[in-house]
């Protein structure tokens, strides 16, 4: 909570800087982002990782996807609901005006969808992997989508960090569960 107040402090800072570089590389980068937290890109992947573990007989890595597809499909779910009950506005609805917040009006800025997905699915595999160079690759590649967001005009600074959030821990949660729903007899 205190990441997502002190980066509500800085919406408005980080909405006129973020959109400055227009370089192809920026552009690129977040073009890249945003696919990233994108669910039309990750359901397929899914399924295809799905059917390749199946045709391999590979159930132990069936069963680690299964949970980092439920860890996703959590951090998805409680994202649309804070969006539907809280209402913010996106920076281009109201520039420079942070603060306009209409609960059960359509508005669907807080917290950033494609950063809760991109968060929830690095934690989802981290959490079900023991390898140590995986968080120093899911994590900052979950941020590029954060940055994305930013920098396209697409969400305000707080709805980035309470995305990252929220995602990092319902995914987390979300598969810790799944993993004792196996274990428990």
Do not use: C
Not at 75 to 82: E, F, K, T
Not at 89 to 96: D, H, K, L, N, S
Not at 115 to 131: C, H, K, P, V
Request: cysteine-free.
């Amino acid at each position: 909570m205190a990441s997502v107040a002190l980066a509500t402090r800085l919406d408005r800072w980080a909405d006129e800087e973020a959109p400055e570089n227009n370089g192809s590389f920026a552009v690129g980068a977040s073009h890249a982002g945003e696919r990233l937290g994108n669910p039309a890109y990750w359901v397929p992947a899914f399924l295809v990782v799905r059917v390749a573990d199946a045709l391999d007989h590979r159930s132990d890595r069936a069963a680690s996807l299964v949970r980092i597809a439920e860890g996703a499909a959590a951090a998805s779910v409680a994202v649309s609901v804070v969006k539907i009950a809280v209402g913010r506005a996106r920076p281009y609805q109201t520039p420079g005006d942070q603060d306009v917040v209409r609960p059960f009006s359509g508005n669907s800025s807080f917290p950033s969808g494609h950063t809760a997905l991109a968060f929830g699915i690095a934690s989802a595999i981290d959490r079900e992997t023991s390898a140590r160079w995986v968080p120093y690759v899911v994590y900052p590649l979950a941020g590029l989508v954060g940055w994305s967001r930013l920098r396209d005009g697409e969400h305000w600074s707080s709805d980035v960090v309470a995305g990252a959030a929220l995602g990092f821990w319902t995914a987390r949660k979300a598969v810790d569960f799944a993993r004792r729903r196996i274990h428990t007899p």
